[in-house]
């Protein structure tokens, strides 16, 4: 009996898998200040408007630490990078468990995790990109697939811990992620030379990356205010604060799966990696759009149908990036990562200010608009990456 082919090689996988954790473990308390919303905003007595400010301060952080980030990693190399970002958001994380008596002093800390968030993801693009992996796109897939992981454990741990030991137990929960992820690549990414990285040019050019950065902007203003607000506007639509935060992981949970489905296609694909993105984020639009019409079972099915297909453009967007760009792909992610950030930096604020004037069905509207312009402008530049 012939035994099949690994996808990814044995010598591989370790990389993979631990990049895969060190993205969840940074990216985590962004999705969980989202999906605790309602147990944070009632012991601090804030409005929602108010509140996306804390969702909002780790997002504008990482926009501003985003360049610097990917210039940074280009000169110390991944594993430095990685370990320091790290470092910080264990130390960051414990403070909001354990001393974050006041909601600016959440945000503050919620801004430091924000700010290494940016400089670890260019790191792992990097990490990726160097190690020159014969499934660069499956691996993207699945490190990307590290951004719903995050987001269905936030959302577990709703019903799991914020509502038994209280919300502050949920940031523990991240400094153990953080630590596991730390000893993790201490053993897998090596101290490289970053003489090669040093001289590395982007092969993409500056229009090209800049509306890569404009599109991600109006993309991740979406997806933003999907993983900020499906909680909150589950209760509104009638669900339980329980089966809402179960529903943004099992939301999480079709993200993650139609990621893997066409990481192992992404390689082998004739179809540019922007038109594909382009096209599943118009579908998710249709999800984000269902989303406002505030019933319980709908909210079920759109919620579905958003983070399936609509979370699935970054796959896509990150392969065609770092597929062009090689060795300088985390200078070049850095830039096209601060559209990232950016948006979902206004994406709480716009959002929280509209639920406050208008109610979820109005921001719901306004977040399927914003998927559709990025898809427009992602199609547009389809045949630059």
């Known amino acids: 009996m012939t035994t099949p082919t690994p996808l990814i090689p044995a010598t591989d996988r370790r990389l993979v898998s631990t990049m895969v954790v060190a993205t969840v473990a940074c990216v985590y308390p962004g999705f969980l200040v989202g999906a605790a919303s309602v147990q944070i905003s009632d012991e601090f007595g804030i409005t929602a408007g108010r509140y996306g400010w804390a969702m909002s301060a780790y997002f504008l952080a990482a926009t501003a630490s985003s360049i610097l980030g990917g210039r940074l990693v280009q000169r110390i190399g991944p ?83 914020a509502l038994t030991l209280g919300w502050r137990s949920t940031f523990v929960l991240g400094v153990v992620l953080a630590v596991v992820a730390l000893v993790l690549v201490q053993g897998v990414v090596e101290f490289e030379s970053s003489d090669a990285f040093r001289s590395a040019r982007p092969g993409s050019t500056r229009r090209a990356l800049g509306w890569s950065l404009i599109g991600g902007a109006f993309l ?122 950016l948006g979902v930096f206004a994406g709480p604020l716009a959002t929280g200010w509209m639920i406050d004037e208008h109610g979820f069905g109005a921001m719901w509207l306004l977040v399927g608009t914003s998927m559709l312009v990025g898809s427009a402008l992602t199609f547009w530049i389809r045949n630059e990456f």
Request: charged residues 5%; glycine residues 16%.
């Open 79 to 161: 594993r430095r990078q990685l370990t320091g970002c790290l470092v910080v958001t264990i130390i960051g994380q414990g403070l909001i468990a354990t001393v974050a008596d006041s909601f600016s002093t959440m945000v503050a800390l919620l801004a430091l995790c924000g700010g290494v968030n940016a400089l670890n993801q260019t790191a792992v693009n990097l990490a990726l990109t160097s190690a020159r992996l014969p499934r660069l796109g499956l691996a993207i897939a699945l490190k990307q697939s590290g951004m719903p992981s995050a987001a269905m454990v936030s959302g577990a741990t709703v019903p799991l811990l």
């Open 220 to 341: 991740a203003f979406a997806a933003g205010g999907l993983t900020s607000w499906t909680v909150a506007s589950g209760v509104d639509a009638g669900l339980s604060e329980g089966v809402a935060g179960w529903m943004l992981s099992l939301g999480a949970a079709f993200g993650i799966g139609w990621r893997l489905f066409w990481g192992v296609r992404t390689d082998t694909m004739a179809t540019r990696p922007y038109t594909m993105a382009a096209g599943l984020a118009a579908l998710g639009s249709i999800g984000m759009l269902g989303l406002a019409k505030g019933t319980a079972g709908i909210h079920v099915l759109s919620t579905l149908l958003a983070f399936g297909a609509g979370w699935v453009w970054p796959v896509f967007t990150n392969f065609g990036i770092m597929r062009a760009n090689g060795d300088a792909s985390g200078a070049a992610s850095g830039v096209t990562q601060m559209g990232i950030y």
